[in-house]
């Protein structure tokens, strides 16, 4: 079993010039009130199956998200997250069973819900901005409007100066700001982050988990995050559950108060129990 304490001495603590997850970033301010939305999405999930013609890929899922909530889902590469995640926001069907986002279907409730994955996805060419208005519902933002949450989305994720520049010009971290920039925008309900730091390195990833923490602290979204990473489930979710060939396994709740240091010794202990759940099923303390 991969051991957590190792993988943690390879990552900056919160003795390092990183900060403890949830610290806000150096230089922060306060986000705009226009990013600000009042609830998060309720998500309601029964009986949830799913294939693609095969054998089932999700089967027997049951879940309730609170409005709000920060659920983080692990487990094995094809144990079904993305598929979970990818029904969660309309962009795949059930086979069977019902999805709820606010009582809607999640395709009746695109407006309110945003997916962010592990590539930026970023248009090659439109600058900055550009790419983060694709995010905005046109309707919602006449005139001024547009540009002026552009702008704060912007500043919500600290790159109020690259607006005007191309994508090809933003180093891996700089191009996911931009990413969630345009998933914050039309201010979702619900944003669902697919792996969205996968692709960084070590240090962006620290800093870019607290950026997403920050900003779901301060918007009130609810979020869905899948990713590998134990230890960076446990640094953001309230809520962790592990998924096994398509069923929900385990479920562990993360009861550590916001700032969590990268060396806290009780998120070591439940990164170790999910570790577990996840490679040899077993849940006990
Ligand atoms: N469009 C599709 N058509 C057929 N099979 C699919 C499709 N999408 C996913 N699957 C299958 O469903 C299963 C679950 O895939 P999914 O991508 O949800 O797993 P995952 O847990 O996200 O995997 P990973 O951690 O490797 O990204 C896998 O066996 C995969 O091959």
Do not use: Y
Request: charged residues 20%; hydrophobic residues 45%.
């Amino acid at each position: 079993m991969p051991n957590p304490e190792a993988r943690r001495r390879n990552a900056p603590d919160a003795g390092d010039a990183v900060p403890a997850v949830a610290a806000a970033p150096a230089g922060s301010v306060p986000l705009e009130a226009g990013l600000r939305h009042p609830d998060g999405a309720a998500v309601r999930i029964r009986g949830l199956a799913k294939s693609f013609g095969g054998p089932l890929v999700l089967s027997q899922i049951d879940l309730d998200i609170a409005p709000g909530e920060f659920l983080a889902i692990v487990g094995k590469s094809g144990c079904g997250k993305s598929t979970l995640l990818r029904i969660l926001t309309g962009l795949d069907t059930p086979q069977s069973g019902e999805v709820t986002v606010d009582g809607r279907t999640p395709a009746d409730n695109a407006a309110d819900i945003r997916l962010m994955f592990q590539e930026p996805r970023l248009l090659p060419w439109a600058s900055v901005a550009g790419n983060v208005a694709v995010g905005l519902r046109q309707d919602a933002h006449p005139g001024n409007a547009a540009d002026r949450a552009v702008a704060e989305a912007l500043k919500a994720v600290q790159l109020p100066e690259k607006a005007g520049v191309w994508p090809a010009t933003l180093s891996g971290g700089q191009k996911q700001r931009v990413a969630l920039a345009r998933a914050l925008v039309s201010r979702p309900r619900l944003l669902a982050l697919d792996e969205p730091l996968g692709a960084l390195d070590a240090l962006t990833r620290l800093v870019m988990q607290a950026l997403i923490l920050r900003v779901k602290q301060e918007t009130g979204f609810t979020a869905v995050l899948v990713t590998h990473d134990v230890a960076e489930a446990v640094a953001l979710a309230d809520r962790v559950i592990v998924l096994e060939a398509g069923r929900i396994a385990a479920e562990f709740r993360v009861d550590v108060p916001h700032p969590r240091p990268t060396a806290s010794e009780e998120a070591a202990r439940i990164e170790a129990r999910i570790l577990e759940a996840i490679f040899h099923g077993r849940t006990a303390a």
